[in-house]
């Protein structure tokens, strides 16, 4: 198992942002999950939506491309019962 932890926006994802809402946006800010859980590494994931109440209701996608993310393996061990 793996845990991809979300550090915030970098900037890339600071760019697209402020593109898709037209408010500011700072490196480091919050999108998306804290955290996400996944059996492999997949850098195409994404870490949640982004949600501003607008005329569309826009909801975001956020791709970890935009984020600044920590990865960290856990290994799985297998118990026996007796």
Known sequence: ????????????GVKEMTKLFRCKFIVGQ???SA?????KFN?????GNYFR???NNNIIPIPLS??????VEYK???RSVV
């Open 35 to 39: 955290s996400k859980m996944q059996q």
């Open 76 to 78: 799985v061990v297998k």
């Open 43 to 47: 850098p195409n994931t994404t870490m």
């Open 53 to 55: 109440k607008t005329r």
């Open 66 to 71: 935009w984020l600044h993310y920590e990865v």
């Open 1 to 12: 198992m793996i845990k991809i932890t979300n550090k915030g926006l970098n900037e890339l």
């Open 30 to 32: 919050m999108a998306g």
